[in-house]
T-cell receptor
Framework: GAGVSQSPSNKVTEKGKDVELRCDPISGHTALYWYRQRLGQGLEFLIYFQGNSAPDKSGLPSDRFSAERTGESVSTLTIQRTQQEDSAVYLC??????????????FGPGTRLTVT | AQKVTQAQTEISVVEKEDVTLDCVYETRDTTYYLFWYKQPPSGELVFLIRRNSFDEQNEISGRYSWNFQKSTSSFNFTITASQVVDSAVYFC??????????????FGKGTHLIIQP
């Protein structure tokens, strides 16, 4: 079946502009995650959705970052007034919530954001 | 707070050699979950394995094996008879909830493995 997809795959934007990144999780996966990967670094957790709600937004780097999810499917990560330090690959993952047992996260290919 | 340390930034070996990637973790929870992911040059993370803290059995899958030792808080990954296709960045990750939950996964910085022909 189809995996996690993300768009755009690459985005170059000027400092100060807003950008919107999209994630389409695997169909039926109720949990969705956003991570940021700076060059040569590990993944930094940003936010988690269970269904359409995000119980904790404290992982978002600043108030310029926001995320939403609709219809328990697609999610968008919006960065307002982009800064050069926002340049990174933004990865989305989804997992199937079960009552018990460990659920692995399946990752999309990421969106490479470059702020000039 | 939880933390994952992958001290080896880059490892380079010649094809067919065995190689071990180290992972040391810190957590205050008695129940936790450990993962390994592979990130090939294409960039997409590929899930390799998960391990529950209450299951210390080592696991072997083909040329891959994992050694989980709670006593040393380590979850090391060994590739036997390495191949060029194994070249990738490998990440170790930790979660205190089964799938990551509201805290997501805590990742190490990754080990870049280079297999030379």
């Amino acid at each position: 079946g189809a995996g996690v997809s993300q768009s755009p795959s690459n985005k170059v934007t000027e400092k100060g502009k807003d950008v919107e990144l999209r994630c389409d999780p695997i169909s039926g996966h109720t949990a969705l995650y956003w991570y940021r990967q700076r060059l040569g670094q590990g993944l930094e957790f940003l936010i988690y959705f269970q269904g359409n709600s995000a119980p904790d937004k404290s992982g978002l780097p600043s108030d310029r970052f926001s995320a939403e999810r609709t219809g328990e499917s697609v999610s968008t990560l919006t960065i307002q007034r982009t800064q050069q330090e926002d340049s990174a690959v933004y990865l989305c993952a989804s997992s199937l919530e079960r009552l018990a047992g460990v659920r692995e996260q399946y990752f999309g290919p990421g969106t490479r954001l470059t702020v000039t | 707070a939880q933390k994952v340390t992958q001290a080896q930034t880059e490892i380079s070996v010649v094809e067919k050699e065995d190689v071990t990637l180290d992972c040391v973790y810190e957590t205050r929870d008695t129940t936790y979950y450990l993962f390994w992911y592979k990130q090939p040059p294409s960039g997409e993370l590929v899930f390799l394995i998960r391990r529950n803290s209450f299951d210390e059995q080592n696991e072997i899958s083909g040329r891959y094996s994992w050694n989980f030792q709670k006593s040393t808080s380590s979850f090391n990954f060994t590739i036997t008879a390495s191949q060029v296709v194994d070249s990738a960045v490998y990440f170790c990750a930790l979660s205190e909830t089964p799938g990551g939950g509201a805290d997501g996964l805590t990742f190490g910085k990754g080990t870049h493995l280079i297999i030379q022909p």
